[in-house]
């Protein structure tokens, strides 16, 4: 069944186009608002799991042999509650809202610069900083990777200045490992936005072929279904 005239071939075209920019929308939606629902689980096992830390590596990491309840213990109280309270109740209050993933995205790399704190900046716990950065692909807007690798950088830098023992795990830590860190976050990056924007071509063609599919059963004559006998 064709259209008669150019007309209705513009008005089908139209059509679908606004079919397909509809569901696409409402898939970036849904994505948008899961990943927000995997954070929040995410804000508070990081929360107990920074107490941990502070309790049992902390006091070895930052006094040698001695284990003591020190200044840490409070850090991952208090400051982690603060780093998970506002993305919980953003990602319960206002699922799937931009501004929602760019709290959770700043948030989630202050938690890797808070466990390697907590950590005496032990090199291992870095890998939580590529870890964070994927699980933030999820969202599939390059922006968030943005936001996450500024503040990581940031952190990086600022506390590399002024604490280097708290990133690097020692007090003469030069300035260039900072570049050196940054340039693997940026290489990170690079595989993770290719990774975004194959992900979104894939859902916009989803939606794509949703809506022709709508279209077609929509404009099958209602006797067609007999032809299957």
Not at 138 to 159: I, N, Q
């Amino acid at each position: 069944m064709t259209a008669s005239n150019p007309d209705d071939v513009d008005a089908l075209a139209a059509r679908l186009t606004a079919k397909a920019e509809g569901s696409y929308a409402a898939l970036l939606r849904q994505c948008h608002e899961r990943t927000d629902r995997t954070f929040l689980w995410l804000m508070v096992g990081q929360w107990l799991f920074g107490i941990l830390l502070a309790l049992t590596v902390s006091p070895y990491a930052w006094e040698g042999r001695s284990r003591t309840l020190s200044n840490h213990v409070y850090a991952a109280v208090f400051l982690g509650g603060a780093l998970s309270a506002l993305p919980i109740a953003l990602a319960l209050l206002r699922p799937g809202w931009v501004g929602t993933r760019h709290v959770i995205a700043f948030s989630q790399m202050m938690w890797s610069a808070l466990l390697v704190h907590l950590t005496g900046g032990r090199i291992e716990t870095h890998f939580h900083v590529f870890g964070s950065l994927a699980f933030l692909a999820f969202y599939r807007d390059w922006k968030v990777l943005v936001t996450g690798t500024l503040t990581v950088s940031a952190d990086h830098f600022f506390r590399g200045l002024f604490i280097p023992e708290s990133v690097y795990g020692t007090a003469d830590a030069s300035i260039y490992r900072f570049l050196e860190h940054a340039g693997w976050v940026v290489f990170e990056v690079a595989v993770l936005l290719f990774s975004v924007r194959q992900g979104l071509r894939e859902m916009r063609r989803i939606a794509e072929n949703g809506a022709q599919l709508e279209a077609l059963s929509e404009r099958l004559p209602l006797d067609a279904a007999p032809l299957a006998r």
